[in-house]
């Protein structure tokens, strides 16, 4: 007998899944280019160069019994150095080689992150608008995702809300700063404030409560905005890295899991996430990426485009009268749905080949996503489509 | 709080590691070169050439977004055709791609279809001797690792405890033929009784009993001996394979679940398998990686050395007289220690720079371990050490 529960879960679709199908299915009719197609957060800029040659140098000078070989399961020592090196760079925190523990992506960090500090039954914080996955990642620990109601207004926190959900069984809170869906970076301000109130709440209930910070989108982030490091501001935060987005990797499933050496438990967690490694199955990532990827800590794919794409849809969406927050990072908006369910805006944006995501499976009903890691023409292209969607709401 | 789970696992030391680093260290004393290193199984010969002209290849060719883009959860569906038509051309049964999941390596494939076909609570039996790490694998999904114990005069099956030891509440057995330890295959008979009482006793409970056909090991397999395809016997076979051995990539951390298409539920349990994914965080292996071993699917390193160094050793060591099972194939032989205690013999060992890891960690204690997975010079080199060995108990 198959096992239930799993087998029931193949019947509940993914929206955005969906979405992204039926878009395909609308390309092929009209040219797959003509198709605005907004569902996925699939990077749209390549790799740089540097990598697929870093790759080919490896290739060429190592010994391949080393080169393919087994690493250790922490990940591959001076792999882990050189991260570590990246961190006390950029952070100024005195990060060492047992703060870092290797990852399959940033989901692979957070199914070892969240097993070492988060016990059965306990239960783990995250704010909405919050990436739908999240529910599998976390439930499937055996502790359970709670989802603070979002502040509307500003995608930042809703502390009244956070304030009353922390009880005694809340062993982490799971942030995402620059976040999906909303693009939001969370200010100085509001990790503090955060900060704060964790620390005090840590001594009330009298243990830990860690800050697990999922940071793929950490290097999109536009000019000017406010965007702090989190590590600097609360001892126990432990980073789920990523390189999907920054270099354009997502297929090659590569990450890390980064405790703060002001964690005092920081070498214990990384050591145990090798224990729960052996548990679930992945014990390292690709040593030929993980090596090469060593090479790319201070590069980046071409970011720029996601710049130029949320402003040209922030300026058009205001202008049609959307309310909408402006991204500070990522290649995601989250305006306002100019009706009430915003399942039915997006099913009527179809009607323009515009494949939107309706909010309510990212904790945000009436809201919808905008996925813009597309080419710029592209966006270009779409904008009269938005003023057509509008036009049905009287807006132009 | 840490969980504590975890970290408990972090002071229960493995014996082959702690043998493992042993032997490195003595080796900085002595030269490695010197140090007779049998402790671990790390392929000792390259991958074949071509595999980084293939990985070249795809860099020069490909479009980076595709290559290194996210593939379907299942794994990229090309590779999944072309391991469905590798297996069907080599067994003889209609694989396609509904058959295959891609995942990191054998662990991987364990942690899925394991979680896929055994409800929590319920029992996996495996034979020993066997591969320590399945109490990991197997308890970590909740369902419970039962060991039959050894047929220690052929390494086959014992069975007279297996037909004791199955019950209601057994959901599925685990093999892994060639094995490790012992070196030893199941012959058909083996596998055809096996089969008989499984499908027997599933009758008799009313559910499914599967097969999970840990084959690493599959493409090691020496002159002449008889290596049944287990698929061909039992139709809810599910094979976790792993190129890390046939194709010296341990590192690379690539394999694929298998279940048979005579598997009546064959497809579901591979669309579970991308569910369970987003639960364990491993969405997926490497883009680069599986386009890769899709072009390596009829290619092997040169094997031919694992039975030259396992002729070797099997000759001298039954000239001195050890009770010794010849293996059929891996890198793996399984002789009876020269005293009750193979801990006490193990230890005696490397006082002749011999590093061995004594049987009770695969549930066969007065047994070890010679894992030849070394240079043929060392192999030769080592006989005089194990004659030394052999001196201390009246043996030359």
């Known amino acids: 007998m198959v096992v239930e529960k799993f087998r029931q879960m193949l019947s509940n679709k993914s929206v955005i899944r969906e979405i992204s199908v039926a878009a395909v299915a609308r390309g092929k009719e009209i040219g797959y280019d003509n198709m605005f197609d907004y569902s996925l957060g699939n990077p749209s800029v390549p ?17 391949p019994l080393t080169l393919h070989g087994y690493s250790e399961s922490h990940g591959i020592a001076e792999v882990r150095d050189k991260v570590a090196e990246s961190l006390e760079k ?4 005195p990060y060492k080689r047992d703060n870092i ?12 992150a969240v097993r070492a500090v988060c016990n059965i039954g306990s239960e783990v914080l995250t704010f909405a608008p919050y990436f739908p996955e999240y529910n599998h990642y976390i439930n499937e620990t055996g502790a359970v995702l709670k989802v603070v109601p979002a502040d509307t207004t500003s995608f930042q926190i809703n502390f009244e809300e956070f304030e009353k959900m922390l009880n005694p069984k809340t062993e982490a809170v799971l942030i995402n700063t620059p976040n999906n869906p909303s ?11 955060m900060s704060d109130i964790l620390t005090k709440k840590s001594e009330e209930f009298g243990h830990e409560i860690y800050i697990i910070s999922d940071e793929p989108y950490r290097e999109i ?17 432990i980073i789920c890295y990523s390189f999907s987005k920054s270099l354009s990797l997502p297929g090659e499933r590569i990450g890390y899991v980064a405790v703060s050496p002001n964690c005092k438990d920081a070498e214990t967690i990384i050591h145990m996430c090798t224990q729960i490694s052996r548990g679930i199955g992945h014990n390292c990532p690709s040593s030929l990426i993980q090596l ?3 090479e790319m800590l201070y590069d980046t794919a071409d970011l720029s485009v996601y710049e ?20 500070g990072g990522t290649f995601y908006i989250f305006p306002k749905a100019l009706e009430e369910d915003a399942n039915e805006f997006c099913k009527k944006a179809l009607k323009y080949d515009l494949a939107l995501v309706p909010g309510d499976s990212f ?8 996925a813009y890691c597309v080419k710029t023409d592209k966006v270009e292209r779409s904008l009269e489509a938005f003023r057509k969607l509008a036009k049905e709401y009287g807006r132009q």
Chains 1, 2 share one sequence.
Not at 90 to 93: E, K, P, S, Y
Not at 183 to 193: P, Q
Not at 308 to 327: A, C, I, S
Not at 363 to 370: A, H, K, L, V, Y
Request: charged fraction near 20%; hydrophobic fraction near 45%; proline fraction near 4%.
């Open 183 to 193: 693009g939001i970076v969370y200010s100085t301000e509001t990790i503090k404030k």
């Open 363 to 370: 904790g945000c009903p009436g809201f919808f996503r905008i």
């Open 292 to 294: 090469a990827v060593a």
């Open 221 to 237: 982030v536009f000019t000017g905005v406010d965007a702090p490091v989190v590590s600097q501001f609360y001892d126990n935060t």
């Open 101 to 112: 523990f290797m990852t399959s992506g940033a989901a692979g960090a957070m199914a070892h």
């Open 308 to 327: 130029t794409n949320m402003n040209l849809l922030y300026d058009e969406l205001t202008r049609l009268g959307f309310e909408v927050v402006k991204p």
């Open 47 to 63: 790799v740089p160069d540097r990598f697929n040659e870093v790759v080919k140098q490896l290739l060429d000078t190592m010994d």
């Open 90 to 93: 950029r952070f100024g925190l």
